[in-house]
């Protein structure tokens, strides 16, 4: 199982802004594009995203930018990984309607890879953005370097 770019960008946002927390002055997607060397244009649409499912705040306009808008404790990222990802099918015929597999009346793998991404969620479940930022220092150092 792969997450796509849009889930791994979605982290990233978060992460860039919970290092900046409590900073007086807001974050810009040039800031955060420049800080992870990624595209300003796929950014704005996940800020968007992030925005409106309430994960951060923005504000238009000169001085304006981004904040998170919950502390770091009340982002899960079992949430948003969850929010972000369109299709946990892990294989094939796990795809609503597809019946092309000869076996699966009998199959044995379903179960298995059921509990293999219930264990994958159980994980992320358990962990909240304040999780990804323990070595803060060390993320603002590099995000400073950018």
Known sequence: MRLTNFTDY?????IYLGTRRGEA????????????????????????HLAKEGYIETTRGKGGGMRLARAPEEISVGTVVRGTEEDFALVECFQDG?????????CALPPFLNRALAAFFRELDSR???????????????????
């Open 10 to 14: 979605s982290l990233r946002v978060l």
């Open 25 to 48: 002055r807001l974050a810009t997607i040039d800031d955060i594009a420049t800080a992870y060397r990624i595209s300003r244009n796929h950014l704005t649409k996940i800020v968007h």
């Open 98 to 106: 597809n019946l092309d597999c000869s076996i699966i009346p009998a």
């Open 128 to 146: 909240t953005l304040a999780d990804l930022l323990r070595p803060r220092a060390q993320l603002v150092q590099l995000f400073r370097r950018g």
